[in-house]
């Protein structure tokens, strides 16, 4: 039986709402990657004054090592991922994190000692590493280019949202603290021996939903054209899009496939593609040197320094996880109006004077309310810019054919630089003290925005194809 062609390629307004529901429920789905991502990552933040108590954690090294031993997993998660997606799809590999992230919360919950705990955060890291570089990638390839900005960051939407779950429950799992209580009367308390184990263990909830989910989406079309699959590659892209739109993403997907084709290595060393594999890595490192994950992993300490008590320690995170969504909502309604480019050099900027007021209250010992509304002017300006846009943009620059391997290049620099931020943090702060910290991170974010002013196109409105175009001809 042949099937008539619509007249109508877009299809009838019944038809493209179905489409926008189907792509921003896809792109959601890919997203929970991020929200696992969120709350694994800065759940320890709230466990860490109970685990430390637990396993006798008292030298700065290793509470930098506790903190900061996920990375090494983040940093193998991040490696593997490009070629493990180019091999098995970008679904498989969104179901594998969903897997590890149940699995490692749970045996790190149940950790009897120091070194199992060790061992699953870092299990738990390949998770994070895993889905920060997939989901981006799974959502940017399958969004139409008037809306991959808002979808790609509607993964940060999640990751803060992951971010502000590990918080509350954190303040909601944690009982308060008397004031003066000795680490051995923490040590045996609620806190100090069931608490921090129910912070990670709740993990494994979001996670069985994400499997579920990552068992339900597409595959993204753009995996199954390069895998010769194009029958399957554009119902995909019927499904997110109309007939039209889609058939034109195969044949700009076509000329692209016809251009010489040279080894990945070779692909990323040529000119063009060298300067956009240096931006990516310089987007994936100042968004971790610019300081911020300092404020969440190291929340206590920052506000025990302002003179803040425990209790009121953890309702404050809840407070900074609030802002943080706000502001990345802010962002998502932004992004593809006022492009990439605005939003990274207007928070950048916000981030080098608020780091540099930050850095002068600690050296004049101005404590409470001041320092709290600076740390949460510092999470607002990182929440509309760098989170969100940096994520964007290192998914979107990158061609096709060596999207995976760009990405995970670009993604391992953002570990490698995340572990050096957290594991230096306590020893820069015993040897600078916080002011000098803070000034520190301040003058990063200033060489970030003399780079982003130079180097850094506007990519708002364009496909992933003429971007490759453009890139190809050095021309982005």
């Not at 996920?70 to 593997?80: D, E, K, P, R």
């Not at 991922?81 to 679904?91: D, H, I, M, P, Q």
């Not at 809306?147 to 803060?160: D, H, K, T, Y």
């Not at 054209?225 to 995909?236: E, F, H, I, K, T």
Request: hydrophobic share 55%; with cysteine; proline share 4%.
């Amino acid at each position: 039986m042949i099937t008539p062609i619509s007249t109508n390629p877009a299809g009838s307004p019944a038809q493209q709402s179905f489409r926008s529901i189907y792509v921003w429920l896809a792109a959601s789905a890919g997203a929970l990657g991020g929200l696992l991502f969120g709350y694994d990552w800065v759940v320890i933040g709230g466990a860490k004054p109970f685990y430390e108590r637990y396993f006798h954690l008292d030298s700065p090294a290793l509470e930098g090592w506790a903190m900061s031993c996920a990375v090494i997993g983040c940093l193998i998660g991040a490696i593997s991922s490009g070629a493990l997606a180019n091999r098995f799809g970008r679904k498989r590999l969104l179901t594998l994190a969903a897997l590890v992230f149940a699995l490692s919360s749970l045996g790190t919950g149940l950790a009897a000692r120091f070194p199992v705990f060790v061992l699953w955060r870092i299990m738990g890291g390949c998770a994070i590493g895993l889905a920060s570089g997939v989901s981006p990638m799974y959502i940017a390839e399958i969004s139409p280019a008037r809306l991959r900005g808002r979808l790609v960051a509607l993964n940060q939407l999640a990751i803060v949202l992951g971010i502000l779950l590990a918080q509350v429950v954190n303040w909601l799992i944690a009982r308060p603290v008397p004031l003066g209580a000795t680490a051995q009367e923490i040590l045996v308390s609620w806190n100090g021996q069931w608490a921090w184990r129910w912070m990670f263990a709740v993990t494994a909830i979001p996670a069985a939903l994400f499997l579920v989910a990552s068992l339900l989406v597409p595959e993204s079309p753009r995996w199954l054209a390069s895998r010769g699959r194009n029958r399957q590659a554009l119902d995909v892209l019927e499904r997110l899009g109309s007939r039209a739109d889609a058939q034109q993403v195969m044949d700009d997907f076509a000329a692209a496939a016809r251009r010489p084709h040279r080894s990945i290595l070779r692909e990323l060393s040529s000119p063009g593609m060298a300067k956009l594999l240096l931006l990516g890595v310089v987007l994936a490192v100042l968004q971790q040197w610019c300081g911020i994950n300092v404020i969440f992993n190291y929340a206590q300490e920052i506000f025990s320094q302002a003179g803040y008590q425990v209790s009121d320690i953890l309702f404050n995170i809840v407070v900074t996880g609030a802002v943080n969504v706000l502001f990345t909502l802010l962002a998502l309604a932004f992004i593809d109006r006022f492009g990439r480019r605005f939003l990274l050099i207007v928070g950048v900027s916000g981030l080098i004077l608020v780091y540099a007021a930050l850095g002068l209250l600690y050296r004049l010992h101005i404590q409470g309310l001041p320092m709290l509304i600076l740390v949460l002017a510092a999470i607002a300006c990182y929440a509309m810019s760098l989170a969100p846009v940096v994520w964007v943009v290192i998914a979107e620059i990158f061609p096709n054919r060596v999207r995976g391997g760009a990405m995970s290049i670009a993604i391992t620099a953002l570990w490698s630089a995340c572990f050096l931020l957290i594991y230096t943090f306590p020893l820069m702060n015993a040897a600078l003290g916080a002011a000098g910290t803070f000034w520190s991170y301040a003058g990063i974010c200033l060489a970030g925005l003399v780079f982003l002013y130079f180097e850094l196109p506007e990519t708002r409105g364009k496909t992933l194809e003429e971007m490759e175009s453009l890139a190809v001809d050095d021309r982005l």
